[in-house]
């Protein structure tokens, strides 16, 4: 079974710095890994996503994320936060080899960052 | 492009009342669709998937079902909601191949039950 753990309910970043959203995931096989983002009453947003080749992929608004097989992770990252960035960031995991399921992503809990000014 | 489309964004209903939700895809065939809910603000229940025309997989039993009647149509529906049905209900979808394209997701329904 695949599962996704996002270890922080609520990120805090000073507009202008860095910021990371953690994710670690747990698949058998190789994962194929998303990151979302969801503003206020919407739906998801698609971000990025790693499937095979660069660790290190970069997606919309200036977002990337770095997989990392050893530790099982896949952080998000963007070098100067905005506050308009401001959002709730899922990561998910998808087990291209789970059969029938292997449409299906699963879904962290969520991390809820914060922007300040 | 690709466009998903859901409605209503927002419906109240009474306790023991029917429901139909409803998403279409536009700009693409054979597309896998599916629904959740989320509760709370936060993570995603997977409710039901659907690869195809009256193919339909339940992921968790309640009082909800789905259909799909046409390719891009897809309808979470419930005889009588009951007061734990309230939540934010998404639709979404993705290319009927390959297993390394995201899902996308229409702008969801929230759903109270008086």
């Known amino acids: 079974a695949q599962s996704v753990a996002q270890p922080e309910d609520q990120v805090n970043v000073a507009e202008g710095n860095p910021l990371t959203v953690k994710c670690t995931y747990s698949?058998?096989?190789?994962?194929?890994l998303f990151w979302y983002v969801q503003y206020p009453n919407r739906g998801l947003q698609f971000l990025l996503k790693?499937?095979?080749?660069?660790?290190l992929v970069k997606g919309s608004y200036g977002f990337e994320a770095e997989f990392n097989k050893s530790q099982t992770s896949f952080h998000l990252k963007k070098p100067s936060a905005l506050v308009s960035d401001s959002a709730l960031y899922f990561c998910?995991?998808?087990?291209?080899?789970?059969?029938?399921?292997?449409?299906?992503?699963?879904f962290g809990k969520g991390t809820k960052l914060s922007v300040i000014p | 492009s690709q466009t998903i489309h859901q409605w209503p964004a927002t419906l109240v209903q009474p306790v023991g009342s029917p429901l139909s939700l409803e998403c279409t895809v536009e700009?693409?065939?054979?597309?896998?669709l599916y629904w959740y809910r989320q509760a709370a603000g936060r993570g995603l229940q997977l409710l039901f998937y659907?690869?195809?025309?009256?193919?339909i997989s339940s992921e968790v039993p309640q009082n909800l079902s789905a259909s799909r009647p046409q390719d891009r149509q897809f309808i979470l529906s419930s005889k009588k909601l009951l007061l734990s049905d309230s939540g934010f209900y998404l639709c979404?979808?993705?290319?009927?191949?390959?297993?390394?394209?995201?899902?996308?997701f229409g702008d969801g329904t929230r759903l109270s039950i008086l």
């Open positions: 979404a979808w993705s290319p009927g191949v390959g297993f390394n394209q995201p899902q996308h």
């Open positions: 698949v058998s096989g190789n994962p194929y």
């Open positions: 790693y499937i095979t080749g660069d660790n």
């Open positions: 998910a995991v998808r087990d291209p080899h789970s059969g029938a399921g292997s449409y299906q992503l699963t």
């Open positions: 700009g693409t065939s054979n597309p896998n």
């Open positions: 659907s690869v195809g025309i009256g193919q």
